[in-house]
């Protein structure tokens, strides 16, 4: 009897893989310019150019923030931050850090979104999808005290899936980040590096060991290190002077 119940359980996960699986597409990259059904949920960049983007998730510790920041751009590199959106409020960060951020912005390295809470958006509400995927735009506004578009989104846990995707369209975001190398051992991470790859890295200590490592060692092999904008070829951000209002935009995005 309990035979027959784990050979119908087996034939359940051959006949539906996906119910039993995380939603996240298994490769994009690439494939995202040639009829991809996951057209923004992006893996890696082109891989016919010497080109990586290195980024940061989290943030959790500015600290390691300034230090790869500093790193990378003592070698003419860039890079893409993905900060969870409630570190960042006004109240929560030292005029210090937020002068960093404003220079980090300023700077040719970017920033994204990492929502604003580290929650697994594809177990939320529709409506915290919205808010969570959206009020990181009011925070940054507040903290740079301008307009500095949040175009591209990491969902925390890479947890990502058609609904969630459909929120995040109404809400104006056009890619979601996923990445194509994560280790913090800089042997690992120089075995996969490849053209066009997206290196996965959090703001704390044992990154940074491996970043001291690894970003010299980019430079070494002639990678141009980039923001994701500049590996997906996405045109410059267009920064403004009128600070988004979540209160004021929360309306029209859930009547969409
Ligand atoms: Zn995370």
């Known amino acids: 009897m309990l035979k027959r119940f784990f050979l119908f359980l087996l034939m359940l996960c051959l006949l539906f893989p996906c119910a039993f699986a995380e939603a996240v597409p298994e490769s994009a990259g690439m494939d995202w310019q040639e009829n991809d059904p996951w057209p923004h949920a992006i893996r890696n960049g082109n891989r016919t150019q010497r080109r990586v983007a290195v980024t940061m998730d989290d943030c959790y510790e500015f600290e390691y923030v300034k230090k790869a920041w500093e790193l990378i751009s003592s070698y003419g590199g860039s890079m893409t931050f993905y900060p969870v959106g409630d570190l960042l409020k006004e109240d929560k960060v030292s005029q210090a850090d ?144 009128e600070i988004f209002d979540w209160s004021v935009r929360k309306t029209e995005y859930l009547n969409k």
């Not at 990502?160 to 042997?187: C, F, P, R």
């Not at 490849?194 to 980019?218: E, T």
């Not at 141009?224 to 410059?236: A, D, F, H, K, Q």
Request: hydrophobic share 35%; glycine share 4%; net charge negative.
């Open 98 to 241: 937020r002068e960093m951020w404003q220079a980090i912005a300023a700077s040719s390295s970017e920033i994204g979104t990492h929502t604003h809470h580290h929650k697994r958006m594809t177990k939320e509400t529709q409506f915290n999808q919205l808010l969570y995927s959206k009020y990181p735009q009011h925070v940054i506004d507040h903290l740079l005290g301008y307009h500095y578009p949040l175009r591209t989104l990491r969902p925390p846990f890479g947890s990502h899936d058609a609904a969630y995707q459909k929120q995040l369209e109404k809400v104006g975001y056009t890619h979601v980040i996923l990445w194509d190398v994560d280790s913090t051992d800089a042997d690992e991470v120089k075995k996969n590096v490849q053209n066009g790859s997206i290196i996965l890295f959090h703001a704390r200590k044992a990154d940074w060991y491996c970043l001291q490592k690894v970003i010299p060692w980019l430079a070494e092999q002639g990678y141009e290190m980039v923001t994701i904008s500049e590996l997906l070829n996405l045109p410059p951000l267009e920064k403004t002077e």
